[in-house]
């Protein structure tokens, strides 16, 4: 979508903020300006649900926080989401949520190691695995370490 308009991502985050009576946390990124290249053009929210965590484990690190990533994007962005789409069966989104769980205590993910960099190894590369994503870390000269 081109132009979001920010008064309907304020009615969003109002209505998925009183509709829990958990812990939430919000982080909204305008991008539209690509003020963080590495990132896409358009809009983000990252909602953090902690659902019924004792404060000991309200931490990213605790493996039990929900983390959901959602992208307002522009028509541009749009042509990337159709190429993931048409790209994506159930096994290679498997394969996907599977690395992802297995980084995501791994200091160097959301660092140098992305998630872009998990859906060019399974999408574009045929990676089936995580020995496979190390060996695509090793070709484009980092590494888990």
């Keep these: 979508m081109d132009n979001l308009n920010k008064q309907d ?5 109002k ?11 919000f982080t909204i990124i305008l991008n539209e300006k690509l003020i963080k290249p590495d990132l896409p053009k358009g ?7 902690y659902d019924h965590l004792p404060p000991e484990e309200q931490s990213s690190k605790s493996g ?3 983390k959901i990533d959602i992208w307002f994007l522009s028509v541009q962005g749009s042509a990337k989401t159709r190429e993931i789409r048409d790209k994506l069966t159930e096994e290679k989104r498997d394969i996907i949520l599977e690395i992802k769980n297995v980084l995501a205590h791994n200091p160097q993910y959301r660092k140098t190691i992305k998630s872009s960099d998990i859906y060019i190894a399974v ?5 089936k695995d995580m020995a496979g994503f190390e060996e695509y870390l090793r070709e484009t000269g980092r ?3």
């Design 9 to 13: 991502l304020a009615e969003l985050v």
């Design 15 to 25: 209505e998925l903020s009183l509709n829990t009576d958990y812990r939430v946390d």
């Design 43 to 49: 809009t983000y929210l990252g909602i953090k649900y």
């Design 64 to 66: 039990r926080l929900w």
């Design 123 to 127: 999408l574009d590369r045929d990676v």
């Design 143 to 145: 590494s888990l370490e």
